[in-house]
């Protein structure tokens, strides 16, 4: 039975080239998204320029059974030894500008989806026993607390926090966690978010093929936490130096510089 890498969120960004580093590793892959035109554009051209086979599920992950209905059909196809929870929205605007809707959405996909898919996906790993990998996209925003972007952060510090806790259940089995957390990376994500970045914080970006390279490369070496750049690990170790309401209310004023 083959091997099969899911990646949730492959149309476009980190997911996109998290796809395309994989496929050049010989993983062969099953890209979740909703754009089906990008799906077939991406697994044609990954058939095309790699020896791996390559699929595609069309799902909204926010539909009612979403989870459940792309486990069953992964698995059809073989045997799941990598998940990548890598579909991920966000909202910049005030709390109460913000629809109820859109909040729900957020902890929807970012947190409650990531849970079930690795609920599902671990059993099927611990079954097949093969040396397995469940890889989560957090975000600097999981650690630093943002203004107007409260939900987000918090359904990345629960992603976060709840792979924390079931890395330590899963530490002695084959199943490996790893969650990465970028800071800014260029892609769709910003214009979805209702961010204007601002010149500074596209020349303090990274690419979204740096990060998915990065982001494989800490999966592979078993890492449970790595956040993505070494300025971003600069920042990190500052806040785990200062006073959290200075290093957090430090942090809010220049982040302000980010965005229009
Ligand atoms: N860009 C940043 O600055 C940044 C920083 C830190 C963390 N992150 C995290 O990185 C991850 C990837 O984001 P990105 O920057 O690569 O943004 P992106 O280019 O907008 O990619 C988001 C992906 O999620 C998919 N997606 C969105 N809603 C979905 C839904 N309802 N059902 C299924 N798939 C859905 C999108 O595909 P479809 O639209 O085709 O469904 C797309 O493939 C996210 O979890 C994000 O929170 C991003």
């Not at 069309?58 to 990598?82: C, F, H, M, T």
């Not at 309401?245 to 302000?256: A, P, Q, R, Y």
Request: proline letters at 2%.
């Amino acid at each position: 039975m083959k091997s099969f890498a899911i990646i949730t969120g492959a149309s476009s960004g980190i997911g996109k080239e998290m796809a395309l580093d994989l496929a050049a590793q010989s993983h062969n892959l099953i890209l979740v998204a909703r754009r089906e035109n990008r799906l077939i554009e991406l697994t044609t051209q990954i058939k095309q320029d790699f020896n791996v086979e390559c699929e595609y599920i069309v799902k909204d992950l926010l539909a009612p059974n979403a989870a459940n209905e792309v486990y069953e059909q992964a698995i059809k196809s073989g045997r799941i030894n990598i998940l990548i929870n890598n579909a991920g929205i966000g909202y910049q605007d005030k709390f109460l500008d913000t629809s109820w809707e859109m909040h729900e959405n957020i902890i929807k996909l970012n947190s409650t989806v990531p849970t079930q898919l690795s609920y599902l996906f671990s059993a099927h790993m611990l079954e097949h026993k093969q040396s397995s990998h469940i890889l989560n996209v957090a975000s600097l925003a999981a650690i630093f607390p943002i203004k107007n972007l409260s939900v987000y952060s918090g359904s990345k510090a629960y992603l976060k926090h709840m792979m924390d806790s079931l890395y330590f259940e899963f530490k002695d089995t084959n199943i490996f966690l790893t969650t990465v957390s970028p800071g800014g990376v260029i892609t769709e994500f910003a214009e979805n978010a209702n961010q204007k970045p601002t010149e500074f914080a596209n020349k303090h970006s990274k690419s979204a093929r740096d990060v998915a390279s990065l982001s494989i490369k800490a999966m592979f070496a078993k890492k449970r936490h790595y956040i993505v750049g070494v300025d971003n690990y600069m920042v990190y170790l500052l806040k785990r130096i200062l006073p959290e309401n200075l290093f957090n209310s430090t942090f809010n004023s220049i982040f302000k510089n980010f965005f229009h």
